[in-house]
Nanobody
Framework: QLQLVESGGGLVQPGGSLRLSCAAS????????IGWFRQAPGKEREGVSC????????YYADSVKGRFTISRDNAKNTVYLQMNSLKPEDTAVYYC??????????????????????WGKGTLVTVSS
């Protein structure tokens, strides 16, 4: 069965850290670029960070650059998002997605509009004191 399953969300205080995981099954994982997206209440879904299928090139939204780190382990069919120095504005449902785009920047910037192959169901991250 083809699926992407996110985990690792939860409640954390401002300044804290979380590590999200995205486990893939049912498709050729290392054929796809993987991205993390988020959707806050009342806002559109946006790209957070994306990573290539092979050489590990990455893209980060300006809002998370220097705080979040994306990585992937093709042997485990898993992508991670390490989130440090969390802020209340990082509160959102975080989704992972798989697709094939010309660049990871294209995936993160335009992936919510079209072309994404698979989406997970999301995990909630709440940053609050």
């Amino acid at each position: 069965q083809l699926q992407l399953v996110e985990s690792g969300g939860g409640l954390v205080q401002p300044g804290g850290s979380l590590r999200l995981s995205c486990a893939a099954s049912g498709f050729t994982f290392d054929y796809y670029q993987i991205g993390w997206f988020r959707q806050a209440p009342g806002k559109e879904r946006e790209g957070v960070s994306c990573i290539t299928s092979s050489d590990g090139s990455t893209y980060y939204a300006d809002s998370v650059k220097g705080r979040f780190t994306i990585s992937r382990d093709n042997a485990k069919n898993t992508v991670y998002l390490q989130m440090n120095s969390l802020k209340p504005e990082d509160t959102a449902v975080y989704y992972c997605a798989a697709g094939r785009y010309s660049t990871v920047q294209t995936m993160c910037v335009f992936g919510t509009r079209s072309g994404m192959t698979y989406w997970g169901k999301g995990t909630l991250v709440t940053v609050s004191s």
